[in-house]
């Protein structure tokens, strides 16, 4: 219940009267009243009620906050003011007594001057408004008046004609704040002109979802008129594609009250391609009322194909990107090919093939006349977006394809322009009529195909084949372009994979044809090699082996690398294992032997700005005393394998490696047991990017320890731990298991291996006494064909040592293989072979040794030295009992 006012004083109510003022600056008429009765007719002054043009207004104040509530007439109050002809108050409603403050008991039953005072211009005023309002039927004008706390209030009156059923007219006045009921009346305006003057389609729709208004702009968007819209829902207004899709969102956005925003759909139109962009948001009144829904619908066909074009191209500069990735690094023609052609599926085709000249497969010289028909073609790459034994039979990896003359593949070859073919009729021009892959490109529904040409500097090295299926549109000629710069970006790297293995291919020939074709067996030593070049990606190396055979049967094992890759590391290390083994022919002591070549390392380097750097392990094995002699160049240390037992790795004295210098290389001497596995290798073998070395040397014998398997099948198994991928490396691996068949000195129940020894006093007769003792004991052995020659050297060599030496002479033969005869003596200096005139008498000893031995050298031992030669014995040596 509303507090009562408290009445003011007459006098003071008076006073305040008269201070306010209708300011009616402007007297034209204005719309007539809309609210009159109908129950008489109307007068004649209603009839000729028109418009009248407002009085001029200062601004507006901005509207202030008002209360929240349900409609337009919450914010803007309407006070309700009705007089009678003389200009006496008959009603003062509550809200004009709530807007000016005067309440209705002070001007109920009063006249014009008890709101105006007695000014007479003002009440003058006033009763003109009310004539005219009486003559035209309404007015309108902006008034200025001050409320009952002596404030004033800027308002917009309207002035109506009223007429009771007795025909007694009234004069109705509506009172509103002018500020408020401008800025509602600014709102509709800018409203209307945002609605019908936007290129954007707006549209309202109530909570049953139909249109409750529509601006021009989306009635042309969906193709009919406002009026066809208004009380229908967008489901019955948009084509079946389209109705479904906007329905459901609408639907979504009433029931949760989440917006949608800037969703792009295709445009409803099939027959014009396009897409929008639609927001849809809940409509709610002032008290949070649900009123519907209302949209703002875009056409964006423009931008979206724009957005859709950068995208395009962002993909294919991935694609690019992604390609180079895959292809970059890799030096096989081959794997290129495959790469190449899985990139490209189902990115840019469905089914791709990479075809190349079988020189670039293989990394030959490409041929110098023009491709033919003739030219030999391998199909080294293929993918398909859905594997099929049909896809397998179009493009089967591998496979050699032949092609006619003037067929697609043919004019491409030797013109060099891409092709492309869109109708499936003309697929036979790929191939003949009967060719199965034409079969199994119709029935996977093949309907395009480009034929791209991989290039390189001018010259074709192959096809990139790219098909599309299905419902999948054809090519178009970007795409045609695209693929055309993916085959020439492949086509480099595939050539320059050619000429990598091409150079690759010549290093390794000249590698293999520098180590030993064949390594020499003998009696108690079972050997066994392995040479595997490095992973692709790398050139080859340095690594080698060696098996030399010594006096007095016995064998060098020598594994080396020398640092670098390549032809240049190839031909360091034919000269280096050619200088390791015309050295072991001296016999040296391994430690000896390393510091020769140490010494030699500059006359076997490639230049003077190329140092040799190589490390090597040289072991010497004697299989009559089981004796190992070792020594190493900063290699790898080598692994002893007793039978039954776990491998060891040997402690050697690690010298730098040859070319390095500065620390003294030292042997090892072991005895070892029979049946004991001698393991040389390469870092390439235990060492990768991965994993430590010791790692890859425990590896490595785990392999080997606790097998009785032979040294052939032992290689075999190290070679299959190497995971190629990660081991860059040539690898270089001699296994050698060491043990005698047999005793190897005379008296033996092994008649293959004997050796006998005698000390011979140097005097003239040593020489008839050598020769005896050589022919009882090799017609004991059964070795008369060898008896004269035997006798004649060893004449010459013990007649040497008697003529430089007055010490005790030693003589030796072993049998095994070879018959060897050694004859010692302790004067340190070799002898020395030359050439011999016709008239001399002497210095022909060593030329009948040079010619009539199979082999013959010199070594020292101790002080002296030991001068020896050899003798193949004979496959089937007659037996005889001297």
């Known amino acids: 219940m509303r507090e009562p006012r408290r009445r003011p004083s007459s006098a003071a109510a008076h006073a305040r009267l008269r201070r306010g003022a209708v300011a009616a600056r402007a007297e034209a008429p204005h719309t007539p009243p809309r609210s009159t009765r109908t129950d008489q007719p109307a007068t004649?002054?209603?009839?000729r009620a028109r418009p009248a043009a407002p009085y001029p207004v200062a601004d507006d104040p901005a509207v202030p906050n008002g209360p929240r509530g349900g409609g337009v007439l919450d914010v803007v109050r309407v006070a309700i003011v009705m007089m009678d002809t003389s200009g006496r108050f008959v009603l003062w409603s509550p809200a004009a007594e709530e807007l000016l403050g005067w309440p209705s008991e002070t001007l109920v039953g009063r006249g014009l001057e008890a709101l105006l005072g007695d000014d007479p211009e003002l009440l003058r005023r006033g009763r003109e408004v009310i004539a005219a309002v009486l003559r035209d039927g309404g007015w309108r004008g902006p008034a200025l008046l001050r409320n009952r706390d002596d404030e004033e209030v800027a308002l917009d009156a309207r002035l109506s004609l009223l007429v009771d059923g007795d025909g007694v007219p009234f004069v109705l006045v509506r009172l509103a704040d002018a500020a408020k009921l401008g800025a509602v009346e600014r709102d509709l305006a800018l409203q209307d002109a945002l609605f019908e003057q936007s290129p954007l389609g707006i549209a309202v729709f109530d909570r049953q979802l139909r249109y409750v208004r529509v601006n021009e702009t989306l009635a042309r968007m969906n193709g009919l008129p406002i009026a066809d819209h208004l009380g229908r829902t967008a489901g019955e207004t948009l084509p079946e594609r389209a109705a479904d899709e906007v329905s459901a969102i609408q639907r979504q956005v009433l029931a949760t009250g989440e917006p949608v925003v800037d969703?792009?759909?295709?445009g409803p139109d099939p027959r014009k391609p396009g897409f929008r962009s639609i927001s849809y948001s809940r409509l709610h009144d002032r008290t949070g009322r649900v009123l519907g829904v209302t949209g703002m619908i875009m056409d964006v066909t423009d931008r979206y194909r724009a957005v859709a074009k950068l995208e395009h191209a962002r993909r294919r500069l991935a694609l690019l990107n992604e390609l180079g990735t895959r292809i970059g690094d890799l030096l096989d023609p081959v794997r290129i090919a495959q790469e190449l052609a899985s990139a490209l599926v189902p990115a840019l085709a469905d089914y791709s093939g990479v075809v190349l000249l079988q020189a670039v497969a293989d990394g030959d010289d490409l041929p110098?006349?023009?491709?033919?028909?003739?030219t030999p073609l391998v199909m080294s790459g293929t993918a398909a977006a859905e594997p099929s034994p049909l896809a397998d039979t179009m493009m089967t990896p591998g496979a050699p394809i032949t092609m006619t003359e003037g067929s697609l593949f043919a004019r491409v070859l030797r013109s060099g322009i891409a092709e492309q073919l869109e109708a499936p009729a003309l697929l036979e021009e790929a191939t003949t009529p009967d060719d199965p892959r034409l079969r199994a490109s119709y029935e996977l529904g093949v309907h395009s195909i480009l034929t791209v040409p991989l290039r390189a500097r001018g010259i074709v090295l192959g096809l990139l084949v790219l098909s599309r299926a299905g419902r999948r549109e054809g090519f178009d000629r970007d795409e045609l372009a695209f693929a055309g710069e993916l085959a020439d970006r492949a086509g480099s790297s595939i050539d320059n994979a050619r000429l990598y293995a091409r150079e690759r291919a010549a290093a390794l020939m000249l590698q293999r044809s520098l180590l030993p074709q064949s390594v020499p067996q003998l009696p108690g030593v079972e050997i066994a090699h392995r040479y595997v070049p490095g992973s692709i990606g790398t050139e080859v190396g340095g690594d080698w082996f060696d098996v030399i055979l010594l006096p007095q049967g016995r064998v060098a094992l020598v594994v080396g690398d020398v640092m670098g890759h390549g032809l240049r590391a190839a031909a360091t290390m034919g000269r280096l294992r050619t200088a390791v083994r015309t050295l072991a022919g001296l016999d040296l002591p391994p430690a000896t032997l390393l510091q020769h070549v140490h010494d030699l390392a500059d006359d076997l380097a490639q230049g003077p700005e190329e140092a040799l750097i190589a490390t090597c392990v040289y072991a010497v094995y004697d299989p009559a005393s089981r004796r190992l002699v070792l020594a190493k160049a900063g290699h790898t240390p080598?692994?002893?394998?007793?039978v039954g037992e776990s491998a060891q790795v040997l402690d050697l004295p690690s010298g730098t490696p040859l070319g390095v210098g500065g620390v003294p290389f030292a042997s090892v001497e072991l005895t070892v047991a029979e049946g004991t596995l001698l393991v040389l290798y390469t870092d390439g073998l235990v060492e990768s990017r991965t994993e430590d070395i010791d790692v890859g040397t425990s590896r490595l014998s785990?392999?080997?320890?606790?097998?009785?398997?032979?040294?052939?099948?032992?290689?075999?198994?190290?070679i299959g731990t190497l995971q190629r991928e990660q081991e860059p490396d040539d690898v270089a691996l001699l296994l050698a298991r060491l043990g005698s068949s047999g005793p190897l000195v005379g008296g033996g129940s092994d008649p293959s291996v004997l050796s006998l020894a005698w000390t011979l006093a140097a005097e003239p007769t040593a020489a008839s006494r050598a020769r005896r003792l050589?022919?009882?004991t090799l017609i004991d052995w059964g070795l008369l064909?060898?008896?004269?020659?035997a006798q004649l050297l060893v004449s010459e060599l013990v007649t040497n040592s008697v003529r430089y030496t007055e010490a005790p002479i030693g003589l030796r033969l072993s049998r095994g293989r070879t018959l060897l005869v050694e004859v010692s003596d302790p004067s340190p200096d070799p002898p020395l072979e030359r050439d011999s005139a016709g008239t001399d008498e002497g210095g022909r000893g060593l030329q009948l040794v040079h010619r009539l031995a199979d082999r013959w050298g010199t070594r020292s031992e101790g002080s002296g030295k030991v001068v020896w030669f050899e003798q193949a014995v004979p496959p089937d040596p007659p037996v005889h009992g001297g």
Not at 44 to 47: A, L, V, Y
Not at 368 to 374: A, E, S
């Open 263 to 266: 969703l792009t759909v295709a």
């Open 774 to 776: 050589v022919r009882a």
């Open 638 to 642: 080598p692994l002893l394998i007793p």
């Open 44 to 47: 004649p002054t209603q009839q």
């Open 785 to 789: 064909p060898l008896l004269d020659t």
């Open 702 to 718: 785990a392999v080997l320890e606790g097998s009785d398997a032979s040294v052939e099948e032992l290689c075999d198994r190290v």
């Open 368 to 374: 110098h006349h023009p491709h033919t028909r003739l």
